[in-house]
Every structure is written in structure tokens, then in C-alpha cells.
């Protein structure tokens, strides 16, 4: 006689095909990802994680999140599940260790996800060497271009380097008197200002003049600058100093970034 196998309840079949998806999804996602428990372990991860973290699946299972992210802390969880849970997205820095040992850094992205009740947490994480090498060139360029205004009377850079803002703050520091200008990558004059000892006595960007004109410079930005050192005679009617006109040019800059954000 044939035991009859009992049909599997619909929601037992729905509650397969949710964790399946679930399953294809975590595989598919471009970023190492890493399922942890409320015990900061790993439940399950992903074949980037994998990749990534030089560990198989069944290493990376039950390893406890101290052994991949260095000096993270329960202290460190309890503070992102505070932010979580007012709703906030959390993304760190920090470096991750490797099945060899060695080390990378990373940025981490965290959120929730409901799997059991108690609740689990998404590690998104993300390999930024490139990034931080990126920028240790950038900013070594930029310390030599700085170098190179402050000894010469005439200098040149590009702005992908350094902002019109730090231009206009080594010119006041240094006291130069001479004429800014600003290229854009097809080389036309986008804006040009004159400086005296410093501070900015007249400015040209566009149909604007005067203070308006370094509003508008800012916010344009460009692709490159020059300066010629020279002592401007002309004036406009700008009655603050040079940081003055930055400190307004940003706030500006950072209404109008606003939604709904206008310039005052």
C-alpha cells in the first residue's frame, strides 16, 4: 500500500518561492553582501562576499562580524540599529580583513531586512582602494599646485585639482594683486576677477559684475584658471572681503542644492 505524501499547505509553498527569490536576488546584487544576525554573525552571503573576503559560504557562515570589519564593536551595532530604526540609512568606513589576512578598505552600507522575527541586518559592502588612492593623488596635485601659487608670482592649475574657492583663499592669504581667470574645458573666459593685495576689487562672469559675478563663478566652477600678477586699477562697488564673498557664494551654493531651494 502506497503512503500518500501529504500537499504542502499554500503558504508553505508561497514562503519557498518568496525565500527562492530571495535567494536569486542576493546572488544577483553587484556589491559583496552579508546577512547578519541581531549577534552580529553572518547568516549568509553572497558569491561577491565570497570573492571578496577570500572565504567560502560555509566559512563566512557563523563568523562573527569582529573577524571581517576591524575594530567593529557590539557597542558600534547597537549605535547603527539606533540610527536604523529612526529611519535612517547608515553607511561607514572601514577596513575589512580578508580570509589571508589581509586588508582592505571599504564602505560598508547597512540596512534591515525581515527575515525571521527577530529581524536581520544587510552589509553592502563595497572595495573603494581605487577611491583612496584617487584621492592621496589628488591630493598630493593639489598640495603641489598650492605650493607652486604660493612661490610664483604667475600660476596655472586645474579645478578638477583644486575649487575657485581654494584659488581665491591662497590669493588672500598670499596678498597677491593680479587677475583671476576662469576657462572652461573648451578654453572660452568664463569669468574673470581682479584682486588687489588679496581682496577682490572688481569681477566679470557673464552679463553679472561685481559681487553677483563671484556668486556665479563659484557656482559655475570651470575647468581651469590662471592668474597673472599685475596691479588692477579699476573697481566695482564690492564692499566685502574675499572670505566674505566665499562664505556667501557657499551658503547660496548650498540653498539652491536644497529641494525647492532658491538664491536670497
Known amino acids: 500500500m502506497l503512503t500518500q505524501i501529504p500537499e504542502k ?37 553572497n558569491a561577491r562576499a565570497e570573492k571578496l573576503l577570500r572565504l567560502s559560504g560555509s566559512k563566512l557562515q557563523g563568523r562573527p562580524l569582529t573577524a571581517l570589519v576591524m575594530n567593529f564593536d557590539p557597542e558600534i551595532m547597537k549605535r547603527i540599529e539606533q540610527r536604523l530604526e529612526r529611519g535612517r540609512f547608515t553607511v561607514l568606513e572601514a577596513y575589512c580583513v580578508r580570509g589571508d589576512e589581509t586588508v582592505f578598505p571599504a564602505e560598508i552600507a547597512i540596512s534591515r531586512i525581515q527575515l525571521t522575527p527577530a529581524g536581520e541586518f544587510i552589509f553592502s559592502i563595497r572595495n573603494i582602494e581605487w577611491r583612496k588612492r584617487t584621492e592621496a593623488a589628488i591630493r598630493r596635485e593639489m598640495e603641489a599646485q598650492m605650493a607652486r601659487a604660493r612661490s610664483e608670482d604667475d600660476f596655472s592649475g586645474y579645478l578638477n585639482i583644486v575649487s575657485i574657492t581654494d584659488v581665491l583663499q591662497l590669493i588672500e592669504a598670499s596678498r597677491k594683486s593680479g587677475t583671476l581667470t ?76 536644497q529641494p525647492g531651494g532658491d538664491e536670497g
Open 9 to 45: 499547505h499554500e503558504s508553505e509553498v508561497d514562503a519557498e518561492k518568496r525565500l527562492s527569490h530571495y535567494r536569486e536576488i542576493l546572488q544577483a546584487l553587484y556589491d559583496a553582501v552579508l546577512i547578519c544576525g541581531r549577534d552580529c554573525r553572518v547568516i549568509e552571503a
Open 182 to 257: 576662469i576657462v572652461a574645458e573648451n578654453g572660452e573666459e568664463t569669468a574673470r576677477v581682479d584682486v588687489s593685495e588679496g581682496q577682490v576689487i572688481k569681477a566679470r562672469c557673464g552679463e553679472l559684475s561685481g559681487e553677483a559675478a563671484v556668486y556665479e563663478m563659484v557656482r559655475r566652477g570651470g575647468a581651469a584658471f590662471f592668474f597673472r600678477q599685475g596691479q588692477p586699477t579699476e573697481r566695482d562697488p564690492i564692499t566685502q572681503s574675499t572670505m566674505g564673498l566665499l562664505l556667501e557664494a557657499s551658503r547660496r551654493v548650498d540653498e539652491s542644492a
